[in-house]
T-cell receptor, first 114, second 112 residues
Framework: DGGITQSPKYLFRKEGQNVTLSCEQN?????MYWYRQDPGQGLRLIYY???????QKGDIAEGYSVSREKKESFPLTVTSAQKNPTAFYLC?????????????FGDGTRLSIL | AQSVTQLDSQVPVFEEAPVELRCNYS??????LFWYVQYPNQGLQLLLK??????LVESINGFEAEFNKSQTSFHLRKPSVHISDTAEYFC??????????FGTGTKLQVIP
């Protein structure tokens, strides 16, 4: 079955540590997205990528970094510069350029501070 | 710029009662509209979408939504809810060259 796989499901970060969240898709989608979800705030876009080796900042990119070396993979690194990283992180993908197509989501990674 | 407003953060409703979850949007261009559902500790799943044509769209599990252009609304309804409908529901809008915008979500709590 095609879909999006996020790992790990739960992640803990120590002070000053960088952590990387994995996102892999086998839907053959060009576009991929990272969202942060906090209670009562909906989904906020961190970064998105429309094609391999290219990505753009979303609304809350500070303290985060991404790479897109393969079409299937879009890992997110939460750096030590992100002072409030505790949140639920969702990865999504979609057909690029098709505004009438929905996004497909992974099951998320919950990040907490130790 | 486009935006989505879900005024109700939580909606409690008794089992087998009807429910309406409200969604209003703002956009200067034609839009596509979506409702997603999120169960605890899971990602979002598409519930239904309005692209064009009939303003009333339905999902396979009994939900329906009506696109009202004059009122810029896309409210979600179900005539009789079940315990398993307890979840958070997100409205989303996509239009023009902008990325999709999600609302802040409405938590539906079905009371036995």
């Amino acid at each position: 079955d095609g879909g999006i796989t996020q790992s790990p499901k739960y992640l803990f970060r120590k002070e000053g540590q960088n952590v990387t969240l994995s996102c892999e898709q086998n839907l053959n989608h060009d576009a991929m997205y990272w969202y942060r979800q906090d209670p009562g705030q909906g989904l906020r876009l961190i970064y998105y990528s429309q094609i391999v080796n290219d990505f753009q900042k979303g609304d809350i990119a500070e303290g985060y970094s991404v790479s897109r070396e393969k079409k299937e993979s879009f890992p997110l690194t939460v750096t030590s510069a992100q002072k409030n990283p505790t949140a639920f992180y969702l990865c999504a993908s979609s057909i690029e350029g098709a505004r009438n197509q929905p996004q497909h989501f992974g099951d998320g990674t919950r990040l907490s501070i130790l | 710029a486009q935006s989505v407003t879900q005024l109700d953060s939580q909606v409690p409703v008794f089992e087998e009662a009807p429910v309406e979850l409200r969604c209003n949007y703002s956009s200067s261009v034609s839009v596509y509209l979506f409702w997603y559902v999120q169960y605890p500790n899971q990602g979002l799943q598409l519930l239904l979408k309005y692209l064009s044509g009939s303003t009333l769209v339905e999902s396979i599990n009994g939900f329906e939504a009506e696109f009202n252009k004059s009122q810029t609304s896309f409210h979600l309804r179900k005539p009789s809810v079940h315990i398993s409908d307890t979840a958070e529901y997100f409205c989303a809008v996509s239009g023009g060259y902008q990325k999709v915008t999600f609302g802040t979500g409405t938590k539906l709590q079905v009371i036995p």
